[in-house]
């Protein structure tokens, strides 16, 4: 593995919202005169070899993905950070690389390396015929960043990125690396494991808990993921009235009665985006339908001024400011106004729907500006009334330079998944970056305590995170969690694999 040591001493996230003082940023590649396997099986052993290393002189390491947290999940004060990107091969699978218990199709199955991110993959599945089975709003992350911090995606009926994953081969101490799947649904043969030289860990506790596992389970060097046939997403997003049919929508994710763009037809995705300046004129409504694939269709057109029907807030959340609280309400509906792509409506009133594969829909998010996200799950029986509390907080303690955006997401298998309630209702918090709002997020978080709201933050998303909340939130979990890392690492390899983030929030 080429492996270039840049001596940089500090780092910044792709959101320019801190900066980390480090030992060291190394680049890394794979070797072009080698052929896949070879390369990735070298690449291998360069892991077991940095791990070796960083134990003899006590240097913590850390993978780093595509730089989209907030919170400094991938960072590693005085260690050295190991920037992944360039590690990008990917393997189609053979019957024979497949268990003759799998039961699902060997050719839906794709193995990536860490730092293909998940453009590439939407890419390479697209010429396939193939599709990732859902994904977040942006698509800029590497896959194995995007499943270790828990992105939520966007088909509430399937769940988070995490749920499409049936394999880990990870790199856990200077002499050991395993690969990882659950004995309730084993996938690869011997032949697989012998091709990558690792030890074959069948165990549904083990492999739960290091899906969304924030880089503290050692390198995540693989995933293995099914993906589905390539499909269509009609995709339309409307303002409606914040009245008593919405409300019951998104208490009880039940259309029977919906006065969607298709009816009563459920949807592949559901969201609503909340201006909480101009309620009168109604919210926001994304709906989403999946279709079979042809090839006769347009696909959508990006909107270079911010959100079209896959983006979220943070495309053009950057271009506002809190600096005169009084302009708060007027800036947000005047690029508010300039930004969302509505569908445009026919002869009829009825609106025209825009067609595209989940990697056309969901792009690459274009950043404008610097910004705070963060992000809190919650059963969907209490979303109005967060709503409700969102918006009275707002008019005692705001204005909140930004929006409200609900999402909706199945229920996640991984030990340590936010979105952990049998449907979560993702409430996204979009904002420009100021102190006010970090103050206006911290009273948030009180005010849902307080009303007993449970909620759990997103890991990656800016956060309040302590022991006593982490436990309140996930209770037994977070101890199975850390049992399950003690099992998978030694004592060395725990020392080298723990940041300052993860023993604040006493999980190391």
Known sequence: MKIIKTRRN???????????????????????????LNSYNDATRSFLNMIGEAIATQTPLRSLG?????????????????????????????????????TGDPGHLLFAQSGMSVQEIDEFLQERGQSLKTTGASNGQTIAGAISTGVHGSA??????????????????????V??????????????????????ILDDDLFNAALVSFGSFGIIHGVMIETEDLFLLETYMQQMPYDDSLKGIMETLDFSNAKLPCG???????????????????VYVTSMYKRAYTKDYKPPVDNAAGIGPGDDAPTFIGLLTDS???????????????????????????????????????????????LLSAAVGFPINKANQVIDLMLKANKEIGPFAGLFSFRFVKQSTATLGFTKFAHTCVMELDA??????????????????DNNIPFTFHWGKVNELSPARISNMYGGAATSWKAARN??????????????????????
């Open 156 to 177: 509430f009926d399937f769940g988070a990125m995490p749920e499409f994953v049936v394999g880990l081969h990870i790199v856990v101490g200077p002499t050991r690396h």
């Open 10 to 36: 500090t780092w910044t996230n792709r959101h320019d919202t801190f900066t980390e003082n480090i030992k060291d940023l190394y680049e890394l590649g794979n070797e072009a005169d080698l052929d896949a």
């Open 179 to 200: 690969y990882l799947e659950r004995a309730s649904a084993p996938v690869v043969s011997d032949a697989f494991i012998q091709n990558i030289r690792a030890e074959h």
């Open 264 to 282: 009563n037809e459920r949807p592949y995705h559901f969201s609503v985006l909340i201006n909480p300046y101009d309620m009168g004129k109604g």
């Open 66 to 102: 595509g730089g989209w947290s907030w919170t400094k999940i991938a960072t590693v004060h005085s260690g050295v950070m190991l920037d992944t990107k360039p590690l990008n091969t990917r393997f189609t699978i053979s019957k024979a690389s497949v268990s003759d218990a799998y």
């Open 324 to 370: 005169i609280p009084a302009l708060v309400p007027l800036l947000v509906n005047k690029v508010l106004g300039a930004s969302l792509a509505v569908s445009k409506l026919d002869a009829q009133n009825k609106p025209i729907r825009e067609l595209g594969t989940v990697g056309e829909i969901f792009k690459n998010t274009t950043l404008r500006g610097r």
């Open 487 to 508: 099992k998978l690492l030694d004592a060395n390899s725990i020392k080298v694999f723990t940041n300052p983030i993860l023993q604040q929030w006493g999980l190391d």
């Open 432 to 449: 420009t970056y100021s102190s006010g709002i970090y103050n206006f997020y911290s009273q948030i978080w009180k005010t849902l305590e």
